[in-house]
């Protein structure tokens, strides 16, 4: 799980005239990640596409814009179907023709509804107008304009000019005469509060083009709703074909495109891949029975995660190995020629492949496949966040399966929350069928069963301690449940308890962080590299901490430090533990120097980074923060609503009782807000408003402030100390074949 599956690199050498057999069986194990062919080796140029490709790739296009204008989704396909290529052909063109004619019919209704549209709207202000079009142009002596505005300024400044004139307005729409000419009138019209209307040509009724257009505008609606209507047939008709010769096509492109990554001669190939390790007999095997073992099928290497890498094997005995392969072959006389001069092509190229001066693709990293269990792989989603994994580094998916769900459940820890975040996930998870989405389901599902087991032990519902009273007191016939979130004076211990427990627990994972780096270091560095990369920052984390909870200056300490893990009234776990001895706490400053010195040995520049052994770790603090803001919020909701009292310095809601029977029954208590729920019927109504909303407003900000704090520290605290996610995907040579089959 914390490493990639092992990889292994494949040659695969044979005649051209095999090659494309090769191509077909390669694609149909769809295991083989190619390695494209850089030039390295004389003689051998890139391979040119295979015949056919043209056409296909041609025909694909066709066929994905035909898929466009239809709107053929992947759920529209049917049962998968054979598919020859003369029935593809005729079939696409037929299908073509037809969505060709239908389209060019439904843009050119398209563009009469727009002009259409565009006259109507042109025209509704001269119908509000009430004037006939044909007085509105085509005086000799009198100038007109019309426009939209105010006709009390139109008048106001016509009053200016030295001529007669008139003003008719309707629904904001004015029409301007004066016996000037047209300069005049627009000159006078600009300091009027008027957008000027160009007159549509015709006579008569504005009114009665306006019905004729609408009427116009509905024929054109309704013949475009028609061939919409077809399109819409003929979506569901071809849908199944379109999508088969979509995959067809895309496969044989794939095909004829595959020789551009390999190395070849007039008589000869070599590819070269990576697949996974287990997978290698198989692929030789398919492959020599596909050609009739004309072709020979080699394991490179087998790419290691230590120092030494996936270094080549040694070049002598490569040529040792090499030698030992051709003299096994069969005699020159059961080979044709052809083959024959294929393998004098080849075989010294590989043998220097093998040699380990140089490969057809140069010294290229394997491809990483995430191996991990299938309750964990969808916790890939996050890893992938930040980057996959490279081949040489560990898989942290399973580590972000165990502690994201933890940080977030104990930071909401209510069973209310929880079992809503577990509905929300599995809304995602069956209503979604993207993967992403369905990963994502997953992981909110896991966050909100952390959360429901939390808020057992908590003891919370929605922020009430009802299930802690029923189950823990009267149930278990506890004092209390087996940990509290600490809101209340008298339960102050368990929030000062959290504030320890997180810095703890951000120690143990920050641990955790250093040992993969150092891991990796010494597998990519040797032990050395590994004990001054890592081992310092191993020996100032713990060397610092180890003296802060030791009793070396613990005057200057606070003292919960040492009550949090003791025995009293101020412990939350009764441990015993009240610091570490003095002599402890001078063993840990002496670590926290040593490390300090192996960082001088290194690059000196992380000297100055050495506060973050203590800043890092600080950071998780944020984990008891939130936990106690996400409460408090919850606590003012419920305070609000139901009303809470204080007794020896515990809180209670006023869940079966008013304010009053806590005045006359509980000496000493203090009322800290009588609550709506105990109101006027008014009072009521809004208080359940409010207690509605203020959960929801709890629910959302418990997503995005736990959610978010605890993906931060995976992300920065701890993934920085060994994580790059610069790994290459696994993209093997093939394509599974969903809506098309050979038989």
Known sequence: MLRPKRMSKVSVTGARSVMGDVVETTHDLNVLHLNDYEGHWDGFDNGNPMAGGDE?????????????????????????????????ESELEEVRTEVNELEDRRSNLESDLRDVRERIDAMEPFADLGIDLDLLYGYDSLAVQVGEGDADSVERVLADIEAPSQVFAGNGVVAAFARTDERTLQSALVEADVSALEVPDGEGDPEEYLDELRHERQKIESNLSTVEGQLEDLRYDVAGFLLAAEEKLAVEAQKAEAPLSFATTDNAFVAEGWLPSERVEAFETTVN?????????????????????????????????????????????????????????AEPQQARADGGTVTMGGEDEPP??????????????????????????????????????????????????????????YYIYANFDSDAFSNLGIITIAAGVSTTIFGVLYGEIFGLHILGEQLWVNGLGMSHPPIEKGLSPATGYWARAWFVVTVLFGILHLNTAYALSFVENTQLHGVKEAIIESGSWILALNGLWLFVFSTLFDGAKPDFLFQVFNEGENAAFHLGFAGFPAEVGIVGGVMVFAGM???????????????????HALSYLRIAAVLLAKAGMAFAVNLLFFGAYEHHGEFHYMLDYGPQYVQSNYEGATVIFGGMFHGSPAMLVFGVLVLILGHIVVLILGVTSSGIQSIRLEYFEFFEKFYDGNGESYSPFGRERVYTRDQ
């Open 368 to 425: 990483t496949v995430q191996d991990n269990p299938s309750t964990i792989r969808p916790f890939e989603l996050l890893t992938r966040a930040v980057g996959r994994p490279n081949y040489s580094e560990f898989d942290p998916t399973i580590l972000l399966f165990l502690t994201f769900p933890l940080m977030f459940g104990f930071i909401i820890g209510d069973t209310g929350y929880g079992v809503i975040y577990t509905a929300i996930g």
């Open 597 to 615: 010195a192996l960082l001088a040995l290194g690059p000196a520049h992380e000297l100055v980074e050495i506060h973050v052994v203590l800043a």
């Open 56 to 88: 296909a790739s041609e025909m694909l296009v066709t066929v994905r814009s035909l898929q466009s204008i239809l709107g053929v989704e992947d759920e529209d396909a049917g049962p998968s179907r054979i598919l020859k290529d003369e029935q593809l």
């Open 289 to 345: 029975e596909a050609v009739d073992g004309h072709v020979h099928v080699e394991e490179l290497e087998v790419a290691a995660y230590d120092r030494h890498g996936h270094g080549h094997t040694d070049a002598a005995a490569a040529e040792t190995e090499q030698a030992g392969a051709i003299d096994a072959e069969p005699p020159a006389e059961t080979v044709d020629d052809e083959e024959s001069e294929a393998e004098s092509d």
